[in-house]
């Protein structure tokens, strides 16, 4: 509903210009509309960007530099999201756990050099080591790159605040 200015009758929305006075919508009445029409665009766009935030995790995933450059290898594509068809329970309550996704690529050539395996360490906002995962690969059947999924949790997934990504020579 929208006043209008000359007489101070109330008017539809979708009215272009006053049902009594006929005066059609001041510039500024339009411009007021669209504001407020912006403005509800604006929330909607946060709040699906929000929603959007909360199913990408990935941005908990750490990395270490350091042991993919030991072992030879790279990690890429990671993403992490929420899952949930882990099929762990808490104290009888289903819990859904974190997937996380990625690739390894040998830093030169097509082969491993030694077998490894991708491990995903979560930690709590304590520091505490609270699950641990792998994937291994086997330097024999290697060829190009892998990719891998992994599941952690066990845990209620909100307690899980980071989790460590890295490779490790060996089982
Ligand atoms: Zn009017």
Known sequence: MWNCENCGSRNWDNAISCHKCNRAIAEQQLAARKTVETKAAAERQTAEAEAARARDLTRILE???VFEERTGVRLDALYAKPDGNSGWTINGNFESGIRINGEVHPREGTS???SLKVVADAYDDLGRLICTTDHFFNAETFFGFATFSLLVGGV???QITKIRIYPKVGW
């Open 63 to 65: 990395r270490l530099e």
């Open 156 to 158: 209620p997934t909100k």
């Open 112 to 114: 491993l050099t030694k």
